[in-house]
């Protein structure tokens, strides 16, 4: 069975730019979570999507943003990059709302200049 | 206030000994466990989880955990570490009683000297 998949493995950006990140998760899974981990700030929750809906954002500016798919794939989306988005970005999924584990990709590795 | 508290940034073992990792956390209920594992440059492995029951959890890779309602703990423990067992540990927590929006630790890495 595939695990969750995540694009780009690394993206370098300029400040003020756009970066666009993607998941898709593991077959049969319809919830999808990000997470920032950046250095100094540790892995901090930044949205949940579950059957196409945003459930829950964790304290992030209204910059970072995303979608899910019809295919419950997602992209996460940060605007106006600002230096401290530098950070490892991780994708994970979890078959459905309700007590199951959450399953992470390998992240994607954005850096801003 | 909701946290997770992992008390050692840097732990080192040789190869062979017992390992136990700490992970405390404040909340006024029961919450849901986890201990994941990373290696560098990779995302995070589930090594075990706890919901509801046995307190003495059984996971991958030989690990097993215990909760301690009393203590709000949720320690990791290995019997007999491998040099493959090197790499950050996490201890993440739901507080939403969804399992949905995890709060992690600041980790702790483990280095095994041969």
């Known amino acids: 069975e595939a695990g969750v998949t995540q694009s780009p493995t690394h993206l370098i950006k300029t400040r003020g730019q756009q970066a666009t990140l993607r998941c898709s998760p593991i077959?049969?899974?319809?919830?999808v979570y990000w997470y920032q981990q950046a250095l100094g700030l540790g892995l901090q929750f930044l949205l949940w999507?579950?059957?196409?809906?945003?459930?829950n954002r964790g304290n992030f500016p209204p910059r970072f943003s995303g979608r899910q798919f019809p295919n419950y794939s997602s992209e996460l989306n940060v605007n106006a990059l600002e230096l401290e988005d530098s950070a490892l970005y991780l994708c994970?999924?979890?078959?459905?709302?309700?007590?199951?584990?959450?399953?992470f990709g390998p992240g994607t590795r954005l850096t801003v200049t | 206030a909701q946290s997770v508290t992992q008390p050692d940034i840097h732990i080192t073992v040789s190869e062979g000994a017992s390992l136990e990792l700490r992970c405390n956390y404040s909340?006024?209920?029961?919450?849901?466990l986890f201990w994941y594992v990373q290696s560098p440059g990779q995302g995070l492995q589930l090594l075990l989880k706890?919901?509801?029951?046995?307190?003495l959890v059984q996971g991958i890779k030989g690990f097993e955990a215990e909760f301690k309602r009393s203590q709000s703990s949720f320690n990791l423990r290995k019997p007999s570490v491998h040099w493959s067992d090197a790499a950050e540990y996490f201890c993440?927590?739901?507080?939403?009683?969804?399992?949905?929006?995890?709060?992690f630790g600041t980790g702790t890495r483990l280095q095994v000297t041969l």
């Open positions: 994970a999924s979890s078959p459905r709302t309700g007590l199951y584990e959450q399953y």
């Open positions: 077959s049969g899974h319809t919830s």
């Open positions: 999507y579950d059957e196409g809906e945003e459930r």
């Open positions: 909340y006024g209920a029961t919450p849901y």
């Open positions: 706890y919901f509801s029951g046995d307190t």
């Open positions: 993440a927590v739901d507080f939403t009683g969804t399992a949905s929006k995890l709060t």
